[in-house]
């Protein structure tokens, strides 16, 4: 009803034994009617950062919502979170199998019944992600830009950098667009960690679209820039060897500027990784010893016409 918050549960399937497998959900509402925004978490099961953010904003009895209802689900993946791996059982990414199908395989029965009962009764959403295993991110927002009602919500969020993408097809946020569900995706920090630096940005980010839609009383905390990214790269190792780390997450750094140096266990330097055009770093690999080939560094290119690197690296 208006005014309370409940602990629901979701039948989303059943277990090898036969027992239902559910996913707890808080919702909360406001007193007076308005939008419904959902904040879903661990969609991959090893990315548990973001289950200590959507923990602290269902503890926090000081969030007093003052219209709209919010949906709040720290573990999407429940099967994948109970065994600390990013994929379901039967080893599919439940993250490529939205909007789902009621009588398709395990990730596409699961991902049917989230979507229908989560991004349906939805207005807007925002999509909580870590990087990939052995890798880091700094905190970012990626949302189809060109969509008016997104671009608004990336903004409000509040992230220093935003990645103008749609997302790759059969996607959480991908498919809760199309289907008339305003969503960004938020990435940062690493699996199988709650970092507290990581944890603070995201809730103010939160609190910031709340603030936003005008759910929750407040002022918006500003970032010291914003910048839009049209187009990232990998920069990969191009031998094996040992890196000595240069440049990390939330670094701008300029064209052939050194990002890392290569070398074998002896120390004998094999390369030097550059920076192939102005960038931000968005992320990078967190174990030192490399092979050909492997990604190192997400760098976000800076296009002409963003304010100068000097500028930008003067406010972080």
């Given at each position: 009803?208006p005014?309370?918050?409940?602990?629901?549960?979701?039948?989303?399937?059943?277990?090898?034994?036969?027992?239902n497998v559910?996913i707890?959900?808080?919702?909360?509402?406001?007193?007076?009617d308005?939008p419904?925004?959902?904040?879903?978490?661990?969609?991959?099961?090893?990315?548990i950062?973001?289950?200590?953010?959507?923990?602290?904003?269902?503890?926090?009895?000081?969030?007093?919502?003052?219209?709209?209802?919010?949906?709040l689900?720290?573990?999407?993946?429940?099967?994948?979170?109970?065994r600390?791996?990013?994929?379901?059982?039967?080893?599919?990414?439940?993250?490529r199998?939205?909007?789902?199908?009621?009588?398709g395989?395990?990730?596409?029965?699961?991902?049917?019944?989230?979507?229908?009962?989560?991004?349906?009764?939805?207005?807007?959403?925002?999509?909580?992600?870590?990087?990939?295993?052995?890798?880091?991110?700094?905190?970012?927002?990626?949302?189809?830009?060109?969509?008016?009602?997104?671009?608004a919500?990336?903004?409000?969020?509040?992230?220093?950098f935003?990645i103008?993408?749609?997302?790759?097809?059969?996607?959480?946020?991908?498919?809760?667009?199309?289907?008339?569900?305003?969503?960004?995706?938020v990435?940062?920090?690493?699996?199988?960690?709650?970092?507290?630096?990581?944890?603070?940005?995201?809730?103010?980010?939160v609190?910031?679209?709340?603030v936003?839609?005008e759910?929750?009383e407040g002022?918006?905390?500003?970032?010291?820039?914003?910048v839009?990214?049209?187009?990232?790269?990998?920069i990969?190792?191009?031998r094996?060897g040992?890196?000595?780390?240069?440049?990390?997450?939330?670094?701008?750094?300029?064209?052939?500027?050194?990002?890392?140096?290569?070398?074998?266990?002896?120390?004998?330097?094999?390369?030097?990784?550059?920076?192939?055009?102005?960038?931000?770093?968005?992320g990078?690999?967190?174990?030192?010893?490399?092979?050909?080939?492997?990604?190192?560094?997400?760098?976000?290119?800076?296009e002409?016409?963003?304010?100068?690197?000097?500028?930008?690296?003067?406010?972080?």
């Open positions: 009803g005014g309370e918050s409940a602990h629901v549960y979701i039948d989303v399937g059943e277990s090898y034994s036969g027992m559910k707890p959900i808080h919702v909360r509402r406001g007193e007076e308005g419904v925004l959902f904040v879903t978490a661990a969609l991959h099961g090893d990315e950062n973001w289950t200590g953010v959507v923990r602290q904003l269902i503890q926090d009895e000081d969030l007093r919502l003052r219209r709209g209802s919010l949906i689900v720290p573990v999407v993946n429940v099967l994948a979170f109970e600390h791996s990013r994929y379901l059982p039967d080893r599919r990414d439940l993250n199998c939205f909007p789902g199908i009621r009588e395989s395990l990730a596409s029965r699961m991902a049917f019944v989230l979507f229908d009962e989560i991004v349906r009764r939805s207005d807007f959403g925002i999509d909580i992600h870590t990087a990939a295993v052995r890798r880091t991110n700094f905190p970012n927002v990626r949302a189809g830009m060109k969509d008016s009602r997104v671009k919500l990336a903004r409000a969020f509040g992230s220093e935003i103008d993408a749609v997302g790759p097809k059969k996607a959480f946020r991908r498919a809760a667009v199309r289907e008339g569900c305003p969503t960004i995706l990435e940062g920090g690493e699996v199988w960690k709650v970092e507290p630096t990581i944890l603070e940005s995201t809730l103010r980010g609190r910031n679209v709340l936003a839609l759910m929750l002022e918006r905390a500003r970032p010291p820039f914003q839009t990214l049209k187009k990232t790269k990998w990969r190792a191009d094996a040992f890196l000595n780390f240069h440049a990390v997450p939330g670094d701008v750094v300029g064209q052939g500027a050194p990002l890392a140096t290569n070398t074998d266990l002896l120390g004998t330097e094999s390369e030097v990784m550059i920076a192939p055009f102005d960038a931000a770093v968005l990078m690999i967190t174990l030192p010893a490399v092979g050909p080939g492997e990604p190192v560094y997400h760098l976000g290119r800076l002409k016409g963003t304010a100068k690197i000097e500028r930008i690296r003067g406010r972080l």
